[in-house]
């Protein structure tokens, strides 16, 4: 079946701070992978996508690369600002224009300043 | 602007009654789906609405407790039905949409149900 595994947290780190979190995933078939952010009292978004190997997602200065052969996302920041702080999921979709889409658990990021 | 709205957007509800929770899309979408997120947990895939057709549902949940309604192709409605406790959670539909030259899922603000 489809599943995506991702680091627990919370993650607690301090401004400016190096960001990496993890994300492997199980699929049948070739899925689109996703990060997803949820900050504080408000909806899901769309951080980044990649929908083939190798490719990059980036936004906000978040990277993920779709990583084949290791089936990993991984969500990384160079440098971490307090506004960061919100919840994490990483999160596939597979089958043609459906976007039938599986989520990690989440992982809660707290930036202190 | 919103592309896709819930109503209500949170409710406090009595144990054993129903709450029906309304979804729209701004533009016509195939497909729809409803999510459920409990209390600091993940989201969890309830039901796929295609219009003109019953809806789809996922291992562990059944149509008499979330009945469906997919009317046409910019609304959907989710029921809760026979309340208990432990169906306090966030509902969520979302949509896939064409934006630019990509297609992008797109999800409402979601529906805070607290079920005493």
């Known amino acids: 079946g489809n599943s995506v595994t991702q680091m627990e947290g919370p993650v607690t780190l301090s401004e400016e701070a190096f960001l990496t979190i993890n994300c492997t995933y199980t699929a049948t078939g070739y899925p689109s992978l996703f990060w997803y952010v949820q900050y504080p009292g408000e909806g899901l978004q769309l951080l980044l996508k990649a929908t083939k190997a190798d490719d990059k997602g980036s936004n906000k200065g978040f990277e993920a690369t779709y990583r084949k052969e290791t089936t990993s996302f991984h969500l990384e920041k160079g440098s971490v600002q307090v506004s960061d702080s919100a919840v994490y999921f990483c999160a596939l979709s597979v089958g043609t224009g459906g976007f039938k889409t599986i989520f990690g658990a989440g992982t809660r990021l707290f930036v202190k300043a | 602007s919103a592309v896709i709205s819930q109503k209500p957007s949170r409710d406090i509800c009595q144990r054993g009654t129903s709450l029906t929770i309304q979804c729209q899309v701004d533009s016509q979408v195939t497909m729809m789906f409803w999510y459920r997120q409990q209390p600091g947990q993940s989201l969890t895939l309830i039901a796929t609405a295609n219009q003109g057709s019953e809806a789809t549902y996922e291992s562990g949940f059944v149509i008499d407790k979330f009945p469906i309604s997919r009317p046409n192709l910019t609304f959907s409605t989710l029921t809760v039905s026979n309340m208990s406790p432990e169906d306090s959670s966030i509902y969520l539909c979302?949509?896939?949409?064409?934006?630019?030259?990509?297609?992008?899922?797109?999800f409402g603000p979601g529906t805070r149900l607290t079920v005493l």
């Open positions: 979302s949509a896939p949409m064409r934006r630019g030259t990509n297609n992008e899922q797109f």
